[in-house]
Nanobody, 117 residues
Framework: QVQLVESGGGLVQPGGSLRLSCAAS????????MAWYRQAPGKQRELVTR???????SYEDSVKGRFTISRDNAKNTVYLQMNSLKPEDTAVYYC???????????WGQGTQVTVSS
């Protein structure tokens, strides 16, 4: 059974930081590309950042220089370090695991991030 369990969300003031974690089980983690998506109220889910199985990273323009994705294959965990948070970063953040070649994709349950004073 595949599980992606996110943690680390919460309420933070503008300019603050949060670190999200996503612990994976039931998959050969090191073979998967991992990503963080987010969905704000009334908006579509959007890709925030991705890290490939080989460690290459990419970021959505609005988070470049503020967010950092990383992975620890020994712990089957992907992280999202979020700095200089803005109110527009408020959303539910979802962890995603994907092996495109085999059309495999899995989602976590999401964790709420609220940036507000």
């Amino acid at each position: 059974q595949v599980q992606l369990v996110e943690s680390g969300g919460g309420l933070v003031q503008p300019g603050g930081s949060l670190r999200l974690s996503c612990a994976a089980s039931g998959i050969f983690f090191r073979l998967y590309d991992m990503a963080w998506y987010r969905q704000a109220p009334g908006k579509q889910r959007e890709l925030v950042t991705r890290i490939t199985s080989g460690g290459s990273t990419s970021y959505e323009d609005s988070v470049k220089g503020r967010f950092t994705i990383s992975r620890d294959n020994a712990k089957n965990t992907v992280y999202l370090q979020m700095n200089s948070l803005k109110p527009e970063d408020t959303a539910v953040y979802y962890c995603n695991a994907e092996r495109t070649t085999y059309h495999l994709t899995y989602w976590g349950q999401g964790t709420q991030v609220t940036v507000s004073s």
